[in-house]
Every structure is written in C-alpha cells, then in structure tokens.
C-alpha cells in the first residue's frame, strides 16, 4: 500500500536541504524530466479513444515567446506553473482517476520541484514578481489553469477528460523543461 501524499511530503520536507544557493539557476531539469516520465506512465486510457475530448486549453502566447521574459519572472511562472499542476493533481477527482502509487510518485517530484524554486527564488525575486511583466505572465497561467480546472469540472471529471489533461500538462512540463534550459544558458 502506498504512503499518503501527506506523509510523502513530510519526509521530503525533513530530509530536505536547501538544493541551490540564492540567485542560482532553476534546477528543474533533471526532476522535470522524472515528471514527465512518470506523467507518461500514468496514462490509463489511449489518447485516440478520447479524441472526441479534446479541446484547445490556449496556452499563454506570453509564455510560448519566453525569450521575452526575464530571468526572475521566467523563474516565477516556472514556480505558479508547478503550484497549479501540483494543485490539480492534488484533488480528489484526481485520485480516483490514477493509479495511486504514480501519482504519489509525481507529486513528489513536483513538491521537491516547488522547493527547489523556492530556494532560487529567493528574497530578491519576491520582491522582484510585482513587476507588470511578471503579474501578466502569471495571470496569463492562472487563467491557463483555470480553463484547464473548467474543463474537468463540465466533463464530470471523466477518464477521457483527465487523459486530455494529462497530455496537456505534459505538454506543459516539456515547455517548462525547454524555458528551463534557455534560463541556463
């Protein structure tokens, strides 16, 4: 039997030291790729029974010309984007549609992922998000997340719908994953 996600997190939370020094790059890309891996694996239903579900989320244009955004903010929407796909695999809804000891998994690597940001984020990047540039991104991926929480809600959280949301947050974790290599550079 897999330990709850509670107990998971508490672990990590115990055994955890800080993984970057302030103004250090995002280390997401090693645990982003485990992400992506396990979100891959958690597949139940094949995509093409469920292609009648599909819809267009409308990814955030700000995002997509990432190359626009500073490094604090890139580094924030990296972190709301983690806290609102954590939150949405986080619900009840979606305990019922996967197999538990994946999704515990995943949500571990995401936590650890969130942490790890907090880190980078720093005092500076706090004070830094209240800029126009960073609250438009942001806004941008909170509206993004919110079609994406609407969307589940009127198809009554279905198989089929939770299958196009887990290839949309794959999605969404592989432009994260490129966003994070173009802030190493």
Known sequence: ???????????????????????????????????????????????VSCLKDRVDFRFPQILVDGDQLEKTQATAVL????????HLFSTTGS???W????????????YQQLDDLETCL?????AEQSALGSENSTLAVK???QRISLYLKE???????????????RRCLLFMNKLTGKLSK
């Open 1 to 47: 039997m897999a330990l709850p996600v509670s107990v998971l997190l508490a672990l990590v939370m115990l055994g955890s030291c800080p993984a970057c020094p302030l103004g250090c790059d995002p280390p997401l890309r090693q645990g982003n790729q485990e992400t992506i891996t396990l979100l891959s694996q958690m597949e139940r239903i094949s995509i």
């Open 79 to 86: 972190h709301e984007m983690l806290q609102h796909i954590f």
């Open 95 to 97: 305990r019922a549609a």
């Open 99 to 110: 197999d538990e000891t994946l999704l515990d998994k995943f949500l571990l690597g995401l």
């Open 122 to 126: 720093g005092k500076e990047t706090k």
């Open 143 to 145: 509206r993004y997340f």
């Open 155 to 169: 198809k009554d959280y279905s198989g089929c719908a939770w299958e196009v949301v887990r290839v949309e947050i």
